[in-house]
Structure formats: C-alpha cells, structure tokens
C-alpha cells in the first residue's frame, strides 16, 4: 500500500499550503484529496509535486505491506 504520510510533513517544511498548491501551482483539489485518503496518483503527478516541493519522490511517498494490496 502507497501512504503519502511523508508529503504532509514536507510540505509543511517546504512553508507552501495546500492552498498555494492549488492556487499558485494549479494542483488540484481532487488530488489533494487522493492524497488524504492514500488513493492512487500518477507518476506525472508525483513528478509535479515532487519539482513544486524541491524533493525526492521518497518524500511524498512510501510503501508499506499490507493485507489489503492485491494479489498477484
């Protein structure tokens, strides 16, 4: 499972808001609310927000193992 637990943390380092991502960087709100509830999000989005938070993908995501992944 992909939480994006690390991304609230680096964009309250960063001193951007959800706000000024929306506003300034025409991020969706949609996404961030992908992001609240760990949903799923694009490569290009990672990338987006990635370049707008000056960081590494690392930082906006993580994988945890989990009972509810799918089978492969």
Avoid at 13 to 40: F, M, W
Avoid at 65 to 72: N, P, T
Wanted: charged letters at 20%; proline letters at 3%; hydrophobic letters at 30%.
């Amino acid at each position: 499972m992909i939480l994006y637990d690390p991304f609230w943390k680096t964009l309250k380092a960063s001193g951007e808001s959800t706000y000024t991502l929306i506003n300034k960087y025409h991020v969706s709100s949609s996404t961030i609310d992908r992001l609240r509830k760990n949903q799923p999000l694009t490569t290009t989005t990672l990338n987006d927000l990635c370049r707008v938070l000056n960081c590494n993908l690392e930082d906006i995501a993580t994988y945890v193992s989990s009972d509810e992944d799918q089978f492969l």
